[in-house]
């Protein structure tokens, strides 16, 4: 498949663990915050979503969380599966713009 | 439904050539975004239309143009190719553009090379 990123950092799990995928964020005008995953081959897919005045959102198996004080957002899997591995990307939106900006993305690898 | 189609999956170019990448939405979406993406600046935005007029555009040279036809199909051009614009280009569609309201749902993209 086609790499989507070098030297990206990486996060090894074991299948059933559960994992924590970080992220800082930049801008503290930020409103609206998305988790993708993209994986070898394909585009990024929306994962979960979490606006600036929610801390906490959880969906199936993932729940992100949001900490405006520090500007982190984290997406964390629950017993993680082989097909989870890829490229989870986070992205934020300002207010008032309609187009997210990326981050630099984590690869997760999930061993059998 | 079918998804977002992007056309050609892979592109061989030389430097100074031109290239044209073409990019068809999920029906009913009138919204087309087009990123680049490259392992040292990862995912960066390159413009957005709506409705066949350009709404937004991220930070590249002029060298870098799109458009979209009145089906919502939509084209980016870059013309005098450089190495620096090997990448794979992503094309995203959603409704109406806001990300906040609108899932954006991405192509597979299109991986192009250039020597």
């Known amino acids: 498949g086609e790499s989507v990123g070098l030297h990206l950092p990486t996060l090894s799990v074991q299948e059933g663990d559960n994992s924590i995928i970080n992220c800082a964020y930049s801008n503290s005008a930020s409103d609206y915050f998305i988790w993708y995953k993209q994986e070898s081959g394909k585009g990024p897919q929306f994962i979960i979503d979490?606006?600036?005045?929610?801390d906490k959102r959880q969906g199936q198996r993932v729940t992100v969380l949001l900490n405006k004080t520090v500007k982190h957002l984290s997406l964390q899997i629950a017993a993680t599966q082989p097909g989870d591995s890829a490229v989870y990307f986070c992205?934020?939106?300002?207010?008032?713009?309609?187009?997210?900006?990326f981050g630099r993305g984590t690869s997760l690898i999930v061993h059998p | 439904k079918a998804g977002v189609t992007q056309t050609p999956r892979y592109l061989i170019k030389t430097r100074g050539q031109q290239v044209t990448l073409s990019c068809s939405p999920i029906s009913g979406h009138r919204s087309v975004s087009w990123y680049q993406q490259t392992p040292g600046q990862g995912l960066q935005f390159l413009f957005e239309y709506f409705s066949e007029t350009q709404r937004n555009k991220g930070n590249f040279p002029g060298r870098f143009s799109g458009r979209q036809f009145s089906n919502s199909r939509s084209e980016m051009n870059v013309s005098t190719l450089e190495l620096g614009d090997s990448a794979l280009y992503l094309c995203?569609?959603?409704?109406?553009?806001?990300?906040?309201?609108?899932?954006?749902?991405f192509g597979a993209g299109t991986r192009l090379s250039v020597l």
């Open positions: 992205a934020e939106k300002v207010g008032g713009s309609y187009i997210p900006t």
């Open positions: 995203a569609s959603s409704l109406e553009g806001d990300v906040a309201k609108n899932i954006q749902y």
């Open positions: 979490i606006r600036s005045n929610m």
